[in-house]
DNA sequence: GACAGGACTGTTACGTTGTAACATCCGTCC
DNA sequence: GGACGGATGTTACAACGTAACAGTCCTGTC
C-alpha cells in the first residue's frame, strides 16, 4: 500500500459519510470476528467519530450522558478499551484522548500529525516511516511490539 | 553525528559517574543560558537520574519529601517543567513519566525504546528516523514542531 | 424448565496525575 | 528603602483512570 493520508481533517469532506463509514466497517469487523458491537459501544465509537479531533474520555462520558443516564467513568473506558482492542480507535498519549482509526482492520499502531492551533488530527499510515521504526529498534537490538509516533505542530491551514 | 544509542541501559556502566555528568552539563548549560539551575531543580534532576526507567512525578516527589519536607505536587512540577524547557529531561507520554536526557544541550524530542519487562528505556537519536519523520509530515504539508517516538517493546536483554 | 457460566453493564468508591491561585521570600536595581 | 521579578510555599481542586462487587441477560446443557 502506498504512503497516503486516509483522512483530511482539513478538506471539507461529508463527514455525516465519513462517521456513517466507520460505523459499518466496525460492524463487519466485529461481526466476522465474533465480538459484540453492542449498543453501548456503538454509540460511544460514533461520539468518538464525531469530529477528527482527539476526545478526552470525559468529554465523550459527557456526551454519552446526554443519552444515557447511568453513563460512568467505568461505562466509557470499558467501551474505549473495547474498540481499542478491536482496532476501531487509537489513543493520543500526549493528549490522553482517542480518535477513530482509519485503517480499522489492519492492525497497527498509529501515527499522528496533530494541530496545535487546531487540534484537528490526522492519522497517517507511511511504510517509509515504519520502516525507519523498524530499523531504529533494530539497530538498538530492541523487539518492537508497540509504536507510538505523534507530531505535533501546525498542520498545513494553521501553518500558512 | 552518527545514529548512536548514548545511554546503554542494559550495560553494566558506572551510574554513579553517569549522574555526576549529567549533573555537571546541566549546571554548565544554566550558567551559559543565565537561567537558574537552584538547589531544588538539580536536586529533581539528580532524582531523575537516578535510574535509566521513567519516572512517575509523584515517585520524584516522595522521594524529594524525604529530604525536602515542603515538597508538593506543584514542587515537583515546576521543577520538571524548568528541567523540561531547558531540555535536560524528557517526558514519556505513554507512561505519564520522566527521563533523564542523554543529549542535553541539543534541542531535540527524543525517540525511546522502552522495554514492558524490565521497564530500561533508552534514548536514542537517530537521524535517519528523524528524516523519515520530517518528511512524512512534510508529505501531509505538516509543519511538525514536537516529535513524540516512544517504542515499547522488549528490550535486548529481556527479549532474548 | 432449571441452572451454570460467561459477557456485558450498573454502581460506588477510590487512586493517580496535574494545575489554579494566592502567599511568601529573597535578591537586584533604581 | 521600595519596586520588581523570579523562585518557592501552601491550599485546594480539576482531570484522568481503575478496583471491586452487584445485577442483568443470554446461551448451552441436562
Redesign the pocket.
Known sequence: MAARAAVHAHTSHNHRACIDDALATARGLCAERG??L????EKVLQIVWRSHKPM????VLDELARS?K??????V???LDFLMAEGLIHKIESL?AYLGCIEAGAPHSGQFLICRQCGATEEIVDPRLETALEAAAGRAHFRPERKVVEISGLCARCGK
Chains 1, 2 share one sequence.
Do not use: K, W
Not at 478526552?56 to 468529554?59: D, K, L, N, T, V
Not at 447511568?70 to 461505562?75: C, D, K, L
Open positions: 465480538v459484540q453492542t449498543p453501548l459501544r478526552g474520555a470525559y468529554e444515557h447511568s453513563a460512568r467513568p467505568p461505562t473506558y470499558r467501551a490522553n
